[in-house]
């Protein structure tokens, strides 16, 4: 029987550093190993995410961004191409919100926000955070840029995944929400592939981009192609994307950004 075609991209965010690859290549291999022992794609991307959030380098989970008031808010977000959809928003508490957001799409709710979103967080005995009474999370971002949101596509073969989790925009207002949250601005997933993005979130929503990204990939457009051309539509705010589709698979932003791809069969 010829092996199931699998393609897996994970990215740190765009102002990561590319050095910090290994973590993104970690990401990809451990959703790979699950996808071999036949769990669910959405879960062996969320266990991706996880190893992303867990890393610490990257604007997501333990290594987030603290907001203006000092404290730590969560946006997560994960997608199948089956119509899965699940969402957190200005979650504070918890060290892997994309597995709330995972949870949330198994109800008949899209988006939780804030204390509800903690709530139904802590009624699922969902592992807390270490760094939810640290003021600043430990960072000083003054003399550096700030990186950005970190995402995982993937394509078993049959279905396609996108998820993202971030700690927004560092000293941004509290529950201030990005793109990550909102269909279409920050993820997209359908039968014809499935894009994750990264960069200023506010720009990125009103551009609807991972959608018209989507759009461009269901036009048959090649991926690199569809990377080129959706970047351009950022010529100033930081940006980037990962995708994949039946074509292929692409990745890149206008900043450094650490990720990494493998095809498998
Ligand atoms: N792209 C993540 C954010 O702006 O919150």
Not at 11 to 16: D, P, T
Not at 26 to 41: D, N, R
Not at 137 to 162: H, I, L, M, Q, R
Not at 186 to 206: K, R
């Amino acid at each position: 029987m010829k092996p199931k075609k699998i393609r897996i991209i994970a990215h740190g965010g765009a102002g990561s550093e590319n050095e910090h690859s290994d973590g993104t290549k970690k990401a990809v291999e451990t959703c790979y190993k699950e996808v071999q022992k036949s769990t669910s794609l959405i879960h062996a991307v969320s266990l991706a995410v996880c190893v992303l959030e867990d890393d610490g380098r990257y604007n997501a989970g333990s290594g987030s961004h603290a907001r203006a008031n000092g404290k730590i808010e969560h946006d997560a977000a994960i997608m199948d191409s089956e119509g899965c959809f699940g969402a957190v928003a200005a979650m504070k508490g918890f060290k892997n919100p994309i597995q709330a957001a995972k949870a949330v799409s198994k109800t008949k709710y899209r988006i939780l926000a804030g204390e509800g979103a903690a709530k139904f967080a802590q009624d699922l005995k969902l592992e807390p955070t270490h760094l939810q009474n640290i003021s600043g999370g430990g960072k000083d971002f003054s003399t550096s840029p700030t990186t950005d949101t970190v995402g995982c596509v993937a394509f078993d073969g049959t279905s396609f995944v996108a998820a993202l989790s971030t700690g927004g925009m560092a000293g941004a207002h509290y529950g201030r929400v990005g793109d990550v949250p909102i269909i279409g601005s920050g993820l997209y997933a359908g039968p014809d592939g499935a894009v994750a993005t990264t960069g200023d979130g506010e720009a990125i929503m009103m551009k609807i981009t991972a959608y018209r990204a989507y759009e461009l990939i269901q036009k048959g457009v090649s991926p690199q192609s569809i990377v080129d051309e959706v970047i351009n539509w950022f010529p100033t705010d930081a940006f980037g994307l990962i995708l994949l589709s039946h074509k292929g698979s692409a990745g890149g932003s206008n900043r450094s950004m650490a990720w990494s791809s493998r095809e498998f069969g």
